[in-house]
Nanobody, 121 residues
Framework: QVQLVESGGGLVQPGGSLRLSCAASGSIFSISTMGWYRQAPGKQRELVAAFESTGFTNYAEFVKGRFTITRDNAKNTVTLQMNSLKPEDTAVYYC???????????????WGQGTQVTVSS
């Protein structure tokens, strides 16, 4: 069974930094895109950053210059380094993997369980 396991998150003061990590476990041949989404209370889930297998990265405007996404294709991991955090970054952050080619077949999309990030003084 393939799953996404997240780590990181927590409480940080405004201007601080956090690092989120996500590892896809299981019999995986390849993953097209790995990325991070977030959902704040009362709001829809939104893309934060994504990293395609081609090396192309995509960032939401509200995190450009502050967050950096990295990916290790060999280990099927993706990391989000978050700097200069703001209170409005407070949300549950979800790891996402899209276009998974597994030993058992093709899977369109998987989600992690989510990790809370709270930015507050």
């Amino acid at each position: 069974q393939v799953q996404l396991v997240e780590s990181g998150g927590g409480l940080v003061q405004p201007g601080g930094s956090l690092r989120l990590s996500c590892a896809a476990s299981g019999s995986i041949f390849s993953i097209s895109t790995m990325g991070w989404y977030r959902q704040a209370p009362g709001k829809q889930r939104e893309l934060v950053a994504a990293f395609e297998s081609t090396g192309f990265t995509n960032y939401a405007e509200f995190v450009k210059g502050r967050f950096t996404i990295t990916r290790d294709n060999a280990k099927n991991t993706v990391t989000l380094q978050m700097n200069s955090l703001k209170p409005e970054d407070t949300a549950v952050y979800y790891c996402n993997a899209a276009g998974l080619y597994l030993r058992t077949g093709w899977v369109d999309e998987l989600w992690g369980q989510g990790t809370q990030v709270t930015v507050s003084s």
